[in-house]
């Protein structure tokens, strides 16, 4: 096969890969701003999960939103293609071909490590991820056979191709391709997550739930989340600076909807594995008027790697007693009542956190204290025309 057939093949082998990024970050897209979406190729239970949420994302925390691997597989696709055209160009050339066979085979270590985490945290493979795996293993074995060169000759010249015009390029465009991919990406998702309340009005069960507000202040939100969710987090910080700021317009009560088998029947494997446990804590928490202050140290220590006898005992540094804290936690009452804020999010036909409710309209996702304001201040004014 000749140079120039492989230099194609490489590069329609790029073009499937990045029809394949593209779509991950599409339904990234989607369940960004759904949590609950479940549609397309990633339907439920298809392991679609790990590229989906913050797992499927760097930065998160950092940026306005996580930038989706997908969106960096996305650019990476482009440089490779870019390659590609400065192979057809120069065929005699070694420089790209060099370029691409090192970068492919980093491809493939990173394929690896995400597929081994993928099976080990999550316990399946995400079918459009598997289908980029595949994809660069066979960039590497093209890239290999185009090379037509000892690995020895390779390893000693490849730091040779660095410097040169296809590696600048190569490397300008894969940034340039990840800033405008993420900008359309963010932008767009910030946009769809404006204030929009626009959903039927629902009633909820939110007696004895955790509460804090005027029980007659015009605009009530109820949170329904996990505690192990990292956009439940987000949420929930947005909420509290938004309910400091605003403590007369507004009362916020919260809602268990824990993403665990261990308690949730809707769940047949494995996702967020002491979501169950972190929820009882924050429930025995509040039985001893600490609810929103322990929720707020669990959602940010659980991310950090805390373990449980870590976070039980900054509980207990809010003053609560960490004996009764214990042994609410190993409670049936206790147990019960997570199990009735579970069934409430079933019968809402919640699949997804985080979920939250302002007077009845249904929103999901994370939102900035910004669009929560402005959320706020439709509902306040819906409310005055009633």
């Known amino acids: 096969m000749s140079k120039r057939t492989l230099a194609i093949l490489f590069g329609a082998l790029a073009l499937i890969g990045l029809a394949d990024a593209s779509y991950m970050a599409w339904d990234h897209y989607q369940h960004a701003i759904d949590p609950a979406y479940g549609g397309g190729l990633c339907g439920v239970e298809s392991g679609c999960d790990i590229s989906r949420g913050a797992s499927g994302e760097i930065l998160n925390g950092i940026l306005t939103h996580g930038v989706p691997l997908a969106v960096i597989a996305m650019a990476f696709y482009v440089a490779f293609l870019l390659t590609t055209f400065f192979r057809l160009r120069r065929p005699d050339d070694r420089a790209p071909a060099r370029v691409q066979l090192g970068l492919a085979a980093l491809a493939v270590v990173y394929s690896l490590s995400l597929a081994t985490y993928s099976l080990i945290v999550q316990g399946t493979l995400c079918k459009l991820c598997a289908v980029m795996y595949v994809v660069n293993i066979l960039l590497l074995g093209v890239a290999w056979r185009g ?29 340039a391709a990840t800033v405008a991919i993420y900008a359309l990406y963010a932008l767009r998702v910030d946009s769809v997550l404006a204030a929009r309340i626009d959903t039927p009005v629902t009633t909820l069960r939110t007696e004895g739930r955790p509460s804090k507000g005027p029980a007659d202040a015009p605009v009530q939100l109820v949170e329904i989340a996990d505690l192990e969710c990292p956009h439940c987090g987000h949420l929930f910080n947005a909420v509290e600076e938004v309910a400091a700021a605003r403590p007369d317009d507004l009362r916020v009560t919260f809602v268990h909807f824990p993403l665990d088998k261990a308690c949730n029947p809707a769940l047949k494997q494995d996702f967020h594995r002491n979501a169950c446990w972190l929820a009882r804590v924050a429930d025995c928490a509040g039985r001893q008027g600490k609810f929103f202050e322990a929720t707020k140290i669990l959602f940010e220590r659980q991310r950090a790697g805390s373990n449980n006898d870590e976070l039980l005992g900054l509980i207990a540094e809010l003053g609560v007693d960490r004996a009764g804290l214990e042994a609410c936690v190993a409670s049936e009452e ?12 079933l019968d809402l036909e919640i699949s997804g956190t985080p979920v939250f409710f302002i007077n009845g ?26």
């Open 147 to 175: 090379l037509g060169e000892p690995i020895g000759t390779w390893l000693r010249r490849v730091w040779g191709a660095i410097p040169r015009l296809t590696t600048v390029a190569m490397t300008a465009t894969f940034i």
């Open 334 to 345: 206790t147990a019960k009542r997570i199990l009735a804020d579970i069934q409430q999010g």
């Open 361 to 386: 309209h249904r929103l999901s996702g994370a939102r900035s204290p910004k669009v929560l304001n402005e959320l706020i201040d439709q509902a306040m004014k819906e409310a005055a025309t009633r």
